[in-house]
């Protein structure tokens, strides 16, 4: 496989100011992240709310610049690309496809606007496009004059994935793709996810709370912590054997609770961490049932572990010890 997208020490900071007399403080959203996008691959990404997934996803679509850090489409730089060319290669698909859909216009114009703005053709070929999309992702011509507020939120969906597929890009970043959708709707839309996949040999970064859902499609998965990769292992190598004790917690609450005895305990006690005053060392470490004293003093950089990659100092040669 060759890596299709490559993001490279890359930091999102967010300034939040406090009031007229208080100082701004910096909140690192993503805080150092390393990853590669190989060409077909479904790159799951996981972690907690607030861990930093939409922000890292806004940067690889070129909605949000890097605070430090590169990120490269075939080895170019995406500030260097420009938002348009990026735009025929990269396309997302949101949670809400109500509020990523203008209301006021029709259903084949919304589709039809990327061809528009790249210039592509007359108003009839456009048109006759986004029809054929609409009808490849499962809406019949029929829908092409209706407005979004006349669909149902599985057909808001279909229209989204078809404006995002219309260019024909190479990746698509589903951002919480399903979670707005009823239960029965959304695995309608994952299926067609995976069957465009199939068509188009599209590449996907797929992020969901859905770790069922991510077992399911995902081909590898990164599971995040406080802004940054914990592991990054072949889907079916981190369902079965997790290395990150971050990991094995979060997974581990894949497994369907036994009816009547509840979820089942994650051993995550504390809560998620105020990411504006993160724990010095490594950010899991008042969660973590091993930690030891180097886990509070040093954040752990990233090594490799057969073909995974886990930030975990019972994996690093120079502390293994100190965890046996
Ligand atoms: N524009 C912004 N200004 C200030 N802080 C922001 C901004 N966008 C995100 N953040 C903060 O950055 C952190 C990461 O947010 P992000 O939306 O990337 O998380 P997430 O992993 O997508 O969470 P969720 O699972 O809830 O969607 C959060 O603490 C969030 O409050
Ligand atoms: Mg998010």
């Known amino acids: ?43 799951g990404i996981v972690g907690e709310s607030g861990c930093g997934k939409s922000t890292l996803a806004r940067m690889l679509l070129g909605l949000l610049p890097p605070s430090a850090g590169r990120i490269t489409l075939d080895g170019v730089d995406l500030a260097a690309l420009g938002r348009r060319k990026l735009a025929a290669r990269v396309q997302p698909v949101f949670q809400d496809p109500y509020g990523s859909l203008n209301p006021r216009k029709r259903i084949a114009s919304i589709v039809a606007l990327p061809l528009a703005v790249h210039d592509m053709g007359d108003a009839a070929y456009r048109r006759k496009r986004a029809i054929d999309m609409l009808e490849r992702v499962g809406l019949p011509a029929r829908f092409a004059d209706s407005y979004p507020g006349q669909l149902s939120g599985g057909q808001r969906q279909r229209v989204a994935i078809a404006r995002a597929l219309v260019m024909r890009p190479e990746i698509v970043v589903c951002d919480e793709p399903t979670s707005a959708l009823d239960v029965s709707v959304q695995s309608q839309i994952l299926n067609l996810l995976m069957d465009l996949r199939q068509e188009f040999g599209l590449t996907y970064v797929f992020i969901s ?116």
Do not use: W
């Not at 490559?6 to 990853?35: K, N, P, Q, Y």
């Not at 590898?220 to 079965?240: D, K, S």
């Open 1 to 43: 496989m060759t890596a299709l997208m490559e993001v490279a020490g890359v930091r999102r900071d967010f300034s939040l100011s406090r009031g007229l007399f208080a100082r701004a403080r910096t909140l690192h959203a993503v805080d150092g992240i390393d990853l590669t996008l190989e060409k077909g691959e479904v790159l």
């Open 209 to 324: 709370h859905n770790l069922a859902v991510v077992e399911h499609i995902a081909t590898r998965v990164a599971v995040m912590y406080l802004g940054r990769v914990v592991e990054l292992a072949a889907t079916a190598e981190i369902f079965a054997s997790a290395r990150h004790p971050y990991s094995q917690a979060l997974l581990a609450s894949v497994l369907t609770p036994e009816p009547g005895k509840g979820v089942p305990d994650n051993g995550l006690g504390l809560a998620f961490p105020d990411p504006l005053d993160p724990p010095p060392g490594c950010g899991f470490n008042p969660r973590c049932l091993y930690a030891r004293p180097v886990c509070k003093a040093t954040a752990p950089a990233a090594v490799a572990d057969g073909a995974a990659r886990v930030a975990c100092h019972a994996y690093a040669p120079l502390y293994r010890k100190e965890f046996e």
